[in-house]
């Protein structure tokens, strides 16, 4: 069967070196393709480190990862990078152009696939406005674009490389509530048939997600639709009301 992006987690359990108590604990979830599973939960409940052992940052003490039946640890770094694209918390960007910064993940690229992936990550705008365009200089860090800028420059550049699989961390909630849902009623056109995992603050950005996974101190202490969570876990109806 072709590859297909499908991410299972069988009771993955993590701690940085020298730890005393792990950070990811017995995790176990399936991401389908083709479907959204959002994932939530406070600061520090690890969150990141779910979906950077994702791609290998680190391999788990106990229990597996795979990808489409495949073992993360049996691929290489390149052949990860070609099935996943993660939007960072902290985007990066590198010094170039805005182009040669959105190419990044697939040379071959046109203009067209540019313009295209900025218009559904909201950032088609402010490069027309820039006089060179998708040319316009960006320096390292990225430290001539705004925060929300770069967060949908790193947006455009995953959308580009058209991966099995795209990995949003945070990446919404630094916009506002009407650029968020612009960006998420793009989304799904331009993501169609990928897996797709969205780590978000605001429950408003995962109220239509397939599936949405409640994270609390490294453990899933949920699992299931935005009206099964608000109806039967506690922690979620904790983080509706604040
Ligand atoms: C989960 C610790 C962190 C927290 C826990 C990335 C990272 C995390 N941690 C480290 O000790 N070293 C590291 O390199 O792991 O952290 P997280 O996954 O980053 O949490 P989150 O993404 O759910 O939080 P936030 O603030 O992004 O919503 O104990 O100290
Ligand atoms: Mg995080």
Do not use: C
Not at 43 to 70: E, F, H, W
Not at 100 to 128: C, I, M, P, Y
């Amino acid at each position: 069967t072709p590859a297909a992006g499908r991410i299972e987690f069988d009771n993955v359990t993590f701690g940085f070196p020298g730890a005393e108590t792990p950070v990811i604990n017995s995790a176990s979830f399936v991401a389908e393709p083709g479907k959204t599973t959002a994932i939530i939960g406070s600061t520090g409940a690890g969150k990141t480190v779910l979906l950077n052992l994702m791609l290998r940052l680190y391999d788990p003490q106990q229990g597996s990862v795979t990808i489409d039946g495949a073992p993360v640890d049996k691929l290489t770094r390149a052949q990860l990078a070609e099935s996943i694209s993660l939007v960072p918390q902290r985007p990066y960007l590198f010094g170039g152009t805005i182009a040669t910064n959105l190419r990044f993940g697939r040379t071959d690229a046109s203009d067209d696939e540019l313009w295209e992936a900025l218009r559904v990550a909201q950032g088609e705008d402010f490069v027309r406005e820039k006089e060179l365009g998708l040319d316009e200089p960006v320096s390292q860090g990225g430290t001539n674009v705004s925060g929300g800028q770069r967060q949908r420059l790193s947006i455009a550049r995953a959308l580009v490389a058209k991966p099995l699989v795209y990995l949003f961390d945070d990446s919404f909630s630094a916009l506002d509530v009407a650029t968020d849902a612009r960006l998420r009623a793009a989304l799904p056109d331009a993501t169609e048939g990928a897996t797709t995992i969205i780590v978000a603050q605001r429950v408003s950005t995962i109220t239509e997600a397939d599936q949405i996974l409640v994270m609390e101190g490294g453990e899933i202490v949920g699992r299931g639709t935005h009206d099964e969570l608000l109806t039967d876990n506690e922690v979620y109806q904790e983080i509706v009301r604040s």
